[in-house]
C-alpha cells in the first residue's frame, strides 16, 4: 500500500479531478472504502491536530458529493452532504488555524490544524466553495485550473517548475563536518599549499637531524675519551658542523614554510569574510529581523579571524608535529625496536586522553562563543540607544544587564575551564611517566649491554622533544572545536537559503511600464497572518494611496511589493510576469524607495545621492537635488556637496535627510515610486517642502504611497483602504467619502482631531513654566 | 465592575458578550499576558478589533461565564509544553525535534537558536518553522537527556 506513490495516486479515476497535497497513505484506504462508486475525491486536509487541540492525525475530504470528516470518538466518517447557506469558514489564531463548517443557523462540525497545513485548507475552503454552488445550481463544476503548485495551489512563476514559497520551507541541517567545508576556500591556494606541505616535511626532516649526530658524538667521542682515549678534534668538528647546518637548514625552511602558508591562510580568511558578507547582503529583511546585529558582526570579523588563526599557526604546528612524530618513530624504530616500543607505550593513552576531552569541549566552547556574542549584543543594543537610556537613566540598569551576560559568559568560562585545566597537566604527568619508563628500561638495556650509552642518549633527546610536542597537540583539541565552532557559525550564515530566492530560471523584464498586480496576495510572519487575500491591479503611471490603521498591513504590501519578502499566498506580478521569476537586483533597479526615516551613509552628500546610481554625473546629482527641493541647504553647508553627512557626519534636521533621500530615488529614475511615510516624520512646513520634492518625484510614475495624514494623498488616483490585512474599499477621495464607509471614518476621525487642534489654538495650551518664562 | 460582565456561547460556538443593557455581540477574548499571568488582563475584543469589556482578573467572573470563557480559551490556544525531547536530527540548526508534549508526540523545526527565547527565569519559549510557540516550563526540571539536548542550544 505504501509503495502507491502519488503519480498512481492521481491516476486512479476516483482521483482524476484532484487537486492539492496528495492524501496520506495511511488514510487512503480508509477514505477509499467511505466512496461511492461514482464519487470522486476533490481536495483533502491531513489534519494534525484534534478538536480538543492534541497532536494527532486525521483528514477531511472533500469529494464531489459531500465533506468526510474522521471523527475519533466513532472511529467513522462524519459526512456532509452539499446543503444551502453551508459555509466552510477559515480562521487562525496563535499558530493553529481553524476550518468550521457552519450554515446559517449553526456550526454543523470544525476541525484543527498547524499553520503548515494552511495552504492545503485554502485549497480545501476553495474549492469546497466551488463544488457547492455547481452542485446546488446543478452545474458540471469546472475542471481544476492546472498548473498550480502541488503543496500550496499557489500559481507556479511562469519559467520555474517549483513553487517558490515551498521550496522555502525545505530544511537540511548543515553537516557536521564543518571545517572540512573550509576546502572550497582553500583550493584557490593549492599551489602555495602544497609547496608549504613540502617545505613542512623538508624542515622537520631538518630539525631530527641533531638529536641523531648526538649518538656518534657521544659514543665515539665522549665515552671513549672517558675511557682514555683522547679527543679527534677533527671528528668533533664535523659533527658539531653538522649540527649548525641542521640548524640553519631548518631555520631557513622554518621560515620559509611559515610565510608561505600564513599568506596563503591570510587570504583564506579574508575570501570567508567576503563570501560570507556577499552572502549576508543578499539575504532577505526577514533574516535580518531575527539576528542582532553584534551576533553578525562578530560571526563576520571574529570569526574568520580565528579560523585564519587556525589554519595560519595551529594547523601548521599541529601537521608539523604529526610529520614529526611519525619521523621519529621511524627513526627510533630503525635504531632499537624494543626501545621504540617501550617509548611509543604512551602515545596511545594520550591519544584517548585528547578523545574522550574532545566532545565536552567543543560543546563548552560552542557556548562560549555564544554567550560572547551575548556580551557583544548588549553593546549593540544600548549604544546605539544611548539617548534614550541617559533620559531615562537606566544606566545602572544597563551596567547590571552588562553585568549579567559577564556573569554568564564566566559561568560558562568555569564550567569549560575546569574540563581544560585538568587536561594539559594530565597531558605532562604523562610525558614525565614516559619519560621515566624510557630512562628505566634504558638503562636495563645499557646494562645488558644490547644499546649503547649514545643510543640512550639519543632516545631521551628524541623524546623529549617528541612529547613535548604532544602536550602543545593536545592543545590543538581546543583550537580545532573553536575553529569548527566558528565555521559552523559562518556557515550557518552561508547555508542559510534567502527566503527571497533568485529565480532558477529567470526572466527578463521588458521595458517596464509600471504595471503592478497582486492576485490574492497573502502574507504570514511568524503564526501571525498579516495579508489575506489582497487583489489589486495599478496601472502605469497611477498614484495609488493606502490608508489603514497602523498594523492594517500597509508597509507590509509595500515590502512585498518591493520583495523585501515574498508572498506567502498569490501573486505579485510587474508587467505580468511575477516577481519571484525576475532576478532581485534587475527588479529593484525599477523601484525607488522613500522612507519615513531616511538612512544616510557616511560619506558626502553627493556620494549620498548617487547611491542608488554610482556612476551619476555631477551635473545629474545636482539637478536630481534641485528637483528634490535640497540644493539650496546643500549650498549652504559649508561644504556644499562634499559636506560628510551620517554617522559622525553633519548634523542635518529631518526634512534635510528626507529631501537626500528624494533626490537619491529621484536620481535612480524609477519607474516605481514608493513613499512609506515619506512626510510623517517632520513638521508641517517641511512637510510641503517635501511635497513639493515629492511632485516633481512622482510625475509619470507609478506611485505607492503610505501616509498617516490622509490629507497629503488628496493627489492619489485611487485610494485603497486596508484593514486587517484585507482591502476593504478603493476608490478617490470623493467616491469614499460619499460612500461614508471606512475611509470616511478615518477621515472624519482625524479632521475631528484637527478641529479640537483649531479650536484650542484659541487659547494656547502651554506648560505652566513656560506661560511664566512668555510672562 | 468585572462580575457585571455575562458570557454565552452561540449556536456557532462563537463566545458572546452581554453587556449590561442586554445587547449582544460576538468578542475575542485576548489574554494580555498569556505567559506570564494568564489568568489576569482578559480583553473582550469584538469582529472589528475593538475591545469591549475587561476582566481585570477570571476568577472575578461568575461562575458560568467563567466556564464558557475558559472552554472558548481552551479550544483557540495552543502552545504546547515540551515535557521531553526524544530526539534532535543535529545540533547546528535548522534542527528537527522530535518532542513529547502535553499535547501528545509531535516534531518541530527549529531554524535558528534565536528562536529559543529566554522568558522570565526559568522558561523557555521555542518557535518552530510553522509558526507554534512551545514552552518550556523550567528547563532545569527536564530529565537529564532532554536537558543535555537543550544545552547544545542555549
Same mark, same amino acid.
Given at each position: 500500500?505504501?509503495?502507491?506513490?502519488?503519480?498512481?495516486?492521481?491516476?486512479?479515476?476516483?482521483?482524476?479531478?484532484?487537486?492539492?497535497?496528495?492524501?496520506?497513505?495511511?488514510?487512503?484506504?480508509?477514505?477509499?472504502?467511505?466512496?461511492?462508486?461514482?464519487?470522486?475525491?476533490?481536495?483533502?486536509?491531513?489534519?494534525?491536530?484534534?478538536?480538543?487541540?492534541?497532536?494527532?492525525?486525521?483528514?477531511?475530504?472533500?469529494?464531489?458529493?459531500?465533506?468526510?470528516?474522521?471523527?475519533? @470518538? #466513532?472511529?467513522?466518517?462524519?459526512?456532509?452532504?452539499?446543503?444551502?447557506?453551508?459555509?466552510?469558514? $477559515?480562521?487562525?489564531?496563535?499558530?493553529? !488555524?481553524?476550518?468550521?463548517?457552519?450554515?446559517?443557523?449553526?456550526?454543523?462540525?470544525?476541525?484543527?490544524?498547524?499553520?503548515?497545513?494552511?495552504?492545503?485548507?485554502?485549497?480545501?475552503?476553495?474549492?469546497?466553495?466551488?463544488?457547492?454552488?455547481?452542485?446546488?445550481?446543478?452545474?458540471?463544476?469546472?475542471?481544476?485550473?492546472?498548473? %498550480?503548485?502541488?503543496?500550496?495551489?499557489?500559481?507556479?512563476?511562469?519559467?520555474?517548475?517549483?513553487?517558490? %514559497?515551498?521550496?522555502?520551507?525545505?530544511?537540511?541541517?548543515?553537516?557536521?563536518?564543518?571545517?572540512?567545508?573550509?576546502?572550497?576556500?582553500?583550493?584557490?591556494?593549492?599551489?602555495?599549499?602544497?609547496?608549504?606541505?613540502?617545505?613542512?616535511?623538508?624542515?622537520?626532516?631538518?630539525?631530527?637531524?641533531?638529536?641523531?649526530?648526538?649518538?656518534?658524538?657521544?659514543?665515539?667521542?665522549?665515552?671513549?675519551?672517558?675511557?682514555?682515549?683522547?679527543?679527534?678534534?677533527?671528528?668533533?668538528?664535523?659533527?658539531?658542523?653538522?649540527?649548525?647546518?641542521?640548524?640553519?637548514?631548518?631555520?631557513?625552511?622554518?621560515?620559509?614554510? #611559515?610565510?608561505?602558508?600564513?599568506?596563503?591562510?591570510?587570504?583564506?580568511?579574508?575570501?570567508?569574510?567576503?563570501?560570507?558578507?556577499?552572502?549576508?547582503?543578499?539575504?532577505?529583511?526577514?533574516?535580518f529581523g531575527g539576528k542582532r546585529t553584534g551576533d553578525l558582526m562578530s560571526r563576520i570579523g571574529a570569526?574568520?579571524?580565528?579560523?585564519?588563526?587556525?589554519?595560519?599557526?595551529?594547523?601548521?604546528?599541529?601537521?608539523?608535529?604529526?610529520?614529526?612524530? #611519525?619521523? #621519529?618513530? !621511524?627513526?627510533?624504530?630503525?635504531?632499537?625496536?624494543?626501545?621504540?616500543?617501550?617509548?611509543?607505550?604512551?602515545?596511545?593513552?594520550?591519544?584517548?586522553?585528547? $578523545?574522550?576531552?574532545?566532545?565536552?569541549?567543543?560543546?563548552?566552547?560552542?557556548?562560549?562563543d555564544r554567550v560572547w556574542s551575548e556580551v557583544t549584543s548588549v553593546l549593540a543594543d544600548t549604544i546605539p540607544g544611548i539617548r534614550v537610556v541617559k533620559a531615562f537613566a537606566q544606566e545602572k540598569r544597563e551596567v547590571n544587564r552588562f553585568k549579567d551576560a559577564n556573569m554568564h559568559n564566566l559561568?560558562?568560562?568555569?564550567?569549560?575551564?575546569?574540563?581544560?585545566?585538568?587536561?594539559?597537566?594530565?597531558?605532562?604527568?604523562?610525558? @614525565?611517566?614516559?619519560?621515566?619508563?624510557?630512562?628505566?628500561?634504558?638503562?636495563?638495556?645499557?646494562?645488558?649491554?644490547?644499546?649503547?650509552?649514545?643510543?640512550?642518549?639519543?632516545?631521551?633527546?628524541?623524546?623529549?622533544?617528541?612529547?613535548?610536542?604532544?602536550?602543545?597537540?593536545?592543545?590543538?583539541?581546543?583550537?580545532?572545536?573553536?575553529?569548527?565552532?566558528?565555521?559552523?557559525?559562518?556557515?550557518?550564515?552561508?547555508?542559510?537559503?534567502?527566503?527571497?530566492?533568485?529565480?532558477?530560471?529567470?526572466?527578463?523584464?521588458?521595458?517596464?511600464?509600471?504595471?503592478?498586480?497582486?492576485?490574492?496576495?497573502?502574507?504570514?510572519?511568524?503564526?501571525?497572518?498579516?495579508?489575506?487575500?489582497?487583489?489589486?491591479?495599478?496601472?502605469?503611471?497611477?498614484?495609488?494611496?493606502?490608508?489603514?490603521?497602523?498594523?492594517?498591513?500597509?508597509?507590509?504590501?509595500?515590502?512585498?511589493?518591493?520583495?523585501?519578502?515574498?508572498?506567502?499566498?498569490?501573486?505579485?506580478?510587474?508587467?505580468?510576469?511575477?516577481?519571484?521569476?525576475?532576478?532581485?537586483?534587475?527588479?529593484?533597479?525599477?523601484?525607488?524607495?522613500?522612507?519615513?526615516e531616511?538612512f544616510?551613509?557616511f560619506?558626502?552628500?553627493?556620494?549620498?545621492?548617487?547611491?542608488?546610481?554610482?556612476?551619476?554625473?555631477?551635473? @545629474?546629482?545636482?539637478?536630481?537635488?534641485?528637483?528634490?527641493?535640497?540644493?539650496?541647504?546643500?549650498?549652504?553647508?559649508?561644504?556644499?556637496?562634499?559636506?560628510?553627512?551620517g554617522e559622525r557626519?553633519?548634523?542635518?534636521?529631518?526634512?534635510?535627510?528626507?529631501?537626500?533621500?528624494? !533626490?537619491?530615488?529621484?536620481?535612480?529614475?524609477?519607474?516605481?515610486?514608493?513613499?512609506?511615510?515619506?512626510?510623517?516624520?517632520?513638521?508641517?512646513?517641511?512637510?510641503?517642502?517635501?511635497?513639493?520634492?515629492?511632485?516633481?518625484?512622482?510625475?509619470?510614475?507609478? %506611485?505607492?504611497?503610505?501616509?498617516?495624514?490622509?490629507?497629503?494623498?488628496?493627489?492619489?488616483?485611487?485610494?485603497?483602504?486596508?484593514?486587517?490585512?484585507?482591502?476593504?474599499?478603493?476608490?478617490?477621495?470623493?467616491?469614499?467619502? @460619499?460612500?461614508?464607509?471606512?475611509?470616511?471614518?478615518?477621515?472624519?476621525?482625524?479632521?475631528?482631531?484637527?478641529?479640537?487642534?483649531?479650536?484650542?489654538?484659541?487659547?494656547?495650551?502651554?506648560?505652566?513654566?513656560?506661560? $511664566?518664562?512668555?510672562? | 465592575?468585572?462580575?457585571?460582565?455575562?458570557?454565552?456561547?452561540?449556536?456557532?460556538?462563537?463566545?458572546?458578550?452581554?453587556?449590561?443593557?442586554?445587547?449582544?455581540?460576538?468578542?475575542?477574548?485576548?489574554?494580555?499576558?498569556?505567559?506570564?499571568?494568564?489568568?489576569?488582563?482578559?480583553?473582550?475584543?469584538?469582529?472589528?478589533? /475593538?475591545?469591549?469589556?475587561?476582566?481585570?482578573?477570571?476568577?472575578?467572573?461568575?461562575?458560568?461565564?467563567?466556564?464558557?470563557?475558559?472552554?472558548?480559551?481552551?479550544?483557540? /490556544?495552543?502552545?504546547?509544553?515540551?515535557?521531553?525531547?526524544?530526539?534532535?536530527?543535529?545540533?547546528?540548526?535548522?534542527?528537527?525535534? /522530535?518532542?513529547?508534549?502535553?499535547?501528545?508526540?509531535?516534531?518541530?523545526?527549529?531554524?535558528?537558536?534565536e528562536?529559543?527565547r529566554r522568558?522570565v527565569?526559568?522558561?523557555?519559549?521555542?518557535?518552530?518553522?510553522?509558526?507554534?510557540?512551545?514552552?518550556?516550563?523550567?528547563?532545569?526540571?527536564?530529565?537529564?537527556?532532554?536537558?543535555?539536548?537543550?544545552?547544545?542550544?542555549?
Open positions: 500500500m505504501n509503495s502507491e506513490s502519488s503519480p498512481h495516486v492521481h491516476a486512479a479515476p476516483a482521483y482524476s479531478d484532484y487537486l492539492g497535497p496528495a492524501v496520506p497513505d495511511a488514510w487512503r484506504p480508509r477514505l477509499d472504502a467511505a466512496l461511492a462508486p461514482d464519487e470522486k475525491v476533490l481536495a483533502s486536509l491531513a489534519l494534525d491536530l484534534d478538536t480538543r487541540l492534541q497532536f494527532r492525525s486525521g483528514l477531511v475530504a472533500l469529494t464531489s458529493k459531500r465533506l468526510l470528516g474522521w471523527d475519533h @470518538e #466513532t472511529q467513522d466518517w462524519r459526512s456532509w452532504e452539499f446543503r444551502d447557506g453551508m459555509v466552510l469558514r $477559515h480562521r487562525d489564531q496563535a499558530g493553529v !488555524a481553524s476550518l468550521d463548517l457552519i450554515d446559517a443557523t449553526a456550526k454543523l462540525d470544525g476541525w484543527r490544524f498547524t499553520l503548515a497545513l494552511d495552504p492545503a485548507a485554502h485549497n480545501l475552503a476553495d474549492r469546497f466553495k466551488a463544488q457547492l454552488e455547481c452542485v446546488l445550481a446543478g452545474r458540471q463544476p469546472a475542471p481544476p485550473e492546472p498548473l %498550480t503548485c502541488p503543496t500550496c495551489d499557489a500559481p507556479l512563476p511562469p519559467g520555474t517548475d517549483e513553487c517558490p %514559497t515551498c521550496a522555502r520551507e525545505i530544511h537540511t541541517p548543515p553537516s557536521t563536518w564543518t571545517l572540512l567545508r573550509l576546502w572550497r576556500f582553500a583550493r584557490p591556494y593549492k599551489g602555495q599549499l602544497l609547496a608549504g606541505f613540502i617545505l613542512t616535511l623538508l624542515s622537520t626532516g631538518a630539525t631530527l637531524v641533531p638529536p641523531y649526530l648526538t649518538m656518534p658524538l657521544m659514543d665515539e667521542v665522549l665515552i671513549p675519551f672517558q675511557n682514555g682515549v683522547p679527543i679527534d678534534s677533527h671528528k668533533v668538528m664535523m659533527l658539531l658542523g653538522g649540527l649548525f647546518a641542521a640548524a640553519l637548514v631548518a631555520w631557513s625552511l622554518g621560515w620559509a614554510k #611559515t610565510y608561505i602558508l600564513a599568506l596563503a591562510s591570510e587570504r583564506i580568511g579574508a575570501d570567508l569574510r567576503i563570501t560570507t558578507y556577499e552572502h549576508l547582503q543578499g539575504l532577505s529583511l526577514e533574516y570569526e574568520t579571524d580565528r579560523i585564519t588563526l587556525f589554519l595560519s599557526l595551529q594547523l601548521l604546528d599541529f601537521a608539523t608535529d604529526v610529520l614529526m612524530i #611519525t619521523m #621519529t618513530a !621511524a627513526i627510533l624504530i630503525s635504531i632499537n625496536p624494543w626501545l621504540a616500543l617501550v617509548t611509543l607505550v604512551p602515545l596511545p593513552f594520550i591519544a584517548w586522553l585528547i $578523545h574522550a576531552v574532545r566532545d565536552r569541549l567543543r560543546y563548552g566552547f560552542e557556548q562560549v559561568q560558562v568560562n568555569d564550567r569549560v575551564n575546569r574540563i581544560w585545566s585538568v587536561f594539559s597537566p594530565t597531558v605532562t604527568l604523562a610525558t @614525565e611517566v614516559g619519560l621515566l619508563i624510557v630512562w628505566g628500561f634504558g638503562i636495563w638495556l645499557v646494562a645488558d649491554k644490547s644499546i649503547t650509552v649514545g643510543v640512550l642518549t639519543a632516545f631521551l633527546t628524541y623524546i623529549s622533544r617528541f612529547y613535548t610536542r604532544l602536550d602543545s597537540m593536545s592543545r590543538i583539541v581546543s583550537f580545532t572545536q573553536k575553529a569548527a565552532a566558528g565555521a559552523k557559525r559562518i556557515f550557518d550564515i552561508l547555508d542559510h537559503v534567502s527566503s527571497v530566492p533568485e529565480p532558477a530560471k529567470p526572466q527578463h523584464l521588458p521595458a517596464v511600464t509600471g504595471a503592478i498586480e497582486c492576485r490574492k496576495v497573502g502574507f504570514r510572519h511568524g503564526n501571525r497572518t498579516i495579508l489575506r487575500g489582497v487583489d489589486l491591479s495599478i496601472q502605469p503611471g497611477e498614484m495609488i494611496g493606502l490608508v489603514g490603521h497602523s498594523g492594517s498591513g500597509k508597509s507590509t504590501l509595500v515590502n512585498l511589493i518591493c520583495r523585501f519578502y515574498d508572498v506567502t499566498d498569490g501573486s505579485i506580478r510587474i508587467e505580468g510576469i511575477d516577481v519571484r521569476a525576475v532576478p532581485v537586483s534587475e527588479y529593484r533597479r525599477n523601484i525607488g524607495l522613500v522612507l519615513q531616511p544616510l551613509f560619506g558626502t552628500i553627493a556620494e549620498n545621492i548617487a547611491y542608488g546610481k554610482p556612476d551619476a554625473t555631477r551635473d @545629474e546629482i545636482i539637478s536630481a537635488a534641485r528637483a528634490a527641493h535640497a540644493h539650496d541647504f546643500i549650498m549652504r553647508l559649508p561644504h556644499g556637496y562634499d559636506s560628510l553627512v557626519g553633519q548634523a542635518l534636521s529631518g526634512g534635510e535627510r528626507q529631501r537626500i533621500s528624494i !533626490a537619491r530615488a529621484l536620481l535612480i529614475d524609477p519607474r516605481i515610486l514608493i513613499l512609506d511615510e515619506a512626510t510623517s516624520a517632520v513638521d508641517t512646513e517641511t512637510e510641503m517642502e517635501i511635497q513639493a520634492a515629492l511632485e516633481n518625484l512622482i510625475r509619470g510614475r507609478t %506611485t505607492i504611497a503610505i501616509a498617516h495624514r490622509l490629507s497629503t494623498l488628496r493627489k492619489a488616483d485611487r485610494l485603497v483602504v486596508l484593514d486587517r490585512g484585507q482591502i476593504v474599499e478603493i476608490g478617490n477621495h470623493d467616491a469614499l467619502m @460619499e460612500k461614508q464607509g471606512a475611509y470616511f471614518r478615518l477621515y472624519e476621525a482625524q479632521t475631528r482631531k484637527l478641529d479640537d487642534v483649531a479650536i484650542g489654538a484659541d487659547k494656547p495650551i502651554v506648560p505652566p513654566h513656560r506661560e $511664566h518664562a512668555n510672562a | 465592575m468585572t462580575h457585571t460582565i455575562t458570557l454565552e456561547r452561540n449556536s456557532f460556538g462563537q463566545l458572546v458578550f452581554v453587556a449590561p443593557d442586554g445587547t449582544r455581540q460576538q468578542v475575542n477574548p485576548v489574554r494580555s499576558f498569556p505567559i506570564a499571568a494568564p489568568t489576569e488582563g482578559i480583553g473582550l475584543v469584538n469582529t472589528e478589533g /475593538e475591545e469591549v469589556a475587561w476582566i481585570t482578573r477570571i476568577t472575578d467572573l461568575s461562575p458560568a461565564s467563567r466556564e464558557v470563557l475558559e472552554a472558548d480559551l481552551s479550544t483557540r /490556544e495552543f502552545m504546547p509544553v515540551i515535557e521531553r525531547i526524544r530526539s534532535v536530527s543535529s545540533f547546528a540548526t535548522p534542527s528537527t525535534w /522530535e518532542v513529547d508534549t502535553d499535547r501528545g508526540p509531535t516534531s518541530l523545526v527549529l531554524k535558528g537558536e528562536d529559543i522568558l527565569r526559568p522558561a523557555l519559549l521555542i518557535a518552530d518553522s510553522r509558526g507554534i510557540n512551545f514552552l518550556i516550563r523550567d528547563r532545569y526540571a527536564l530529565d537529564a537527556h532532554s536537558k543535555k539536548m537543550l544545552d547544545r542550544f542555549l
